[in-house]
Nanobody
Framework: QVQLAESGGGLVQAGDSLRLSCAAS????????MGWFRQAPGKAREFVAS????????FYGDSVKGRFTISRDEAKNTVDLQMTTLKPEDTAVYYC??????????????WGQGTQVTVSS
């Protein structure tokens, strides 16, 4: 069983940067995929980014391309999301997720509890 725990959320101003981290416990298989989703109040859960655990294959949602960077550390079992040039519309609860394949729909197998990111204008 994989357990995920996010950290690093907070309140920042527009234009600031913030780094989220996800610690994974349990066995991560070489074909696993890790990702980040976000959900703003009243909106559907949105795909942000994903990375394959072994090969580093990376995908980003259109709204964050060029601003967010996902990375993973196999030795530490962590997946980070570096967010730059933050905008008020980035305000959401950010969830770390794990799955056996990449999909931009939120039907992933494992989820963290989420961390709040609030960007003030």
């Amino acid at each position: 069983q994989v357990q995920l725990a996010e950290s690093g959320g907070g309140l920042v101003q527009a234009g600031d940067s913030l780094r989220l981290s996800c610690a994974a416990s349990g066995r991560m298989f070489s074909n696993s995929v890790m990702g980040w989703f976000r959900q703003a109040p009243g909106k559907a859960r949105e795909f942000v980014a994903s990375i394959s655990w072994s090969g580093g294959r990376i995908f980003y949602g259109d709204s964050v391309k060029g601003r967010f960077t996902i990375s993973r550390d196999e030795a530490k079992n962590t997946v980070d999301l570096q967010m730059t040039t933050l905008k008020p519309e980035d305000t959401a609860v950010y969830y770390c997720a794990g799955n056996s394949r990449v999909t931009t729909t939120p039907g992933w197998s494992h989820w963290g509890q989420g961390t709040q990111v609030t960007v003030s204008s």
